[in-house]
Nanobody
Framework: QLQLVESGGGLVQPGGSLRLSCVAS????????IGWFRQAPGKEREGLLC????????YYTDSVKGRFTISRDNARATVYLQMNGLKPEDTAVYYC????????????????????WGQGTQVTVSS
């Protein structure tokens, strides 16, 4: 059973940067695609990006293109989400999850295509 733990969230001013980490344990990590999601208060959880085991990348929302990037370090069993140019509307709890498709990222980033959700890490963008 794969377990994922997110970290790196916090309070940041608009325009600032954060790097979130998603650390895996308990199962084979490097053969799975991993996705990042977020959920703002009162809103549905939305897919942001996904990275395959061979580092192919899929963006699920245009609002983070050019600002957020995803990467992975299989030796450390970690997937990163680098967030630059943060805006107040990026405030949310951020989650990582494993793709049901194993090697591949789903085309639309539906939460139903992922499992092994972490507990989330809070990101607050405010002056």
């Amino acid at each position: 059973q794969l377990q994922l733990v997110e970290s790196g969230g916090g309070l940041v001013q608009p325009g600032g940067s954060l790097r979130l980490s998603c650390v895996a344990s308990g199962s084979t990590f490097d053969s799975y695609a991993i996705g990042w999601f977020r959920q703002a208060p009162g809103k549905e959880r939305e897919g942001l990006l996904c990275i395959t085991n061979t580092e192919g990348r899929t963006y699920y929302t245009d609002s983070v293109k050019g600002r957020f990037t995803i990467s992975r370090d299989n030796a450390r069993a970690t997937v990163y989400l680098q967030m630059n140019g943060l805006k107040p509307e990026d405030t949310a709890v951020y989650y990582c999850a494993r793709s049901f498709l194993r090697y591949y990222c789903s085309g639309y980033g539906s939460i139903n295509d992922f499992d092994s959700w972490g507990q989330g890490t809070q990101v607050t963008v405010s002056s």
